[in-house]
């Protein structure tokens, strides 16, 4: 029963910075993980970023160093900031829930970065 808001996409500039919100609902106290994933046309789905029941972090090789993920006011909220936008990062970006075992998705949000 875990449900989603997403927001802080859409079409920005080359080198441009922007802020992904989400906000899971309906969690229980077990929440392993929250995060975002990524998928560009044609590609498979990565992950990007994630923090732990414990607070620490993990960030994918691929864009380790321009994005940042952080918690917000509570534990169900998390944030996705990327710098340096590239072209490349152009992709719809997934909230990710895994509670007690069970994987829970957003319905995602573009960005698209313009050269």
């Known amino acids: 029963q875990v449900h989603f808001v997403e927001s802080g996409g859409g079409s920005v500039q080359a080198g441009g910075f922007v802020r992904l919100f989400c906000v899971a609902s309906g969690t229980t106290f077990d929440v392993e993980r929250i995060g975002w994933y990524r998928q560009a046309p044609g590609m498979g789905r990565e992950l990007v970023a994630v923090?732990?029941?414990?607070?620490?972090?993990a960030v994918a090789d691929s864009v380790k160093g321009r994005f940042s993920i952080s918690r917000g006011n509570t534990q169900n909220t998390v944030s996705l900031e990327i710098y340096s936008l590239r072209p490349e990062d152009s992709a719809v970006y997934y909230c990710h829930v895994r509670e007690q075992g069970v994987d829970y998705w957003g319905q995602g949000t573009q960005v698209t970065v313009s050269s």
């Open positions: 923090i732990n029941k414990g607070g620490s972090t």
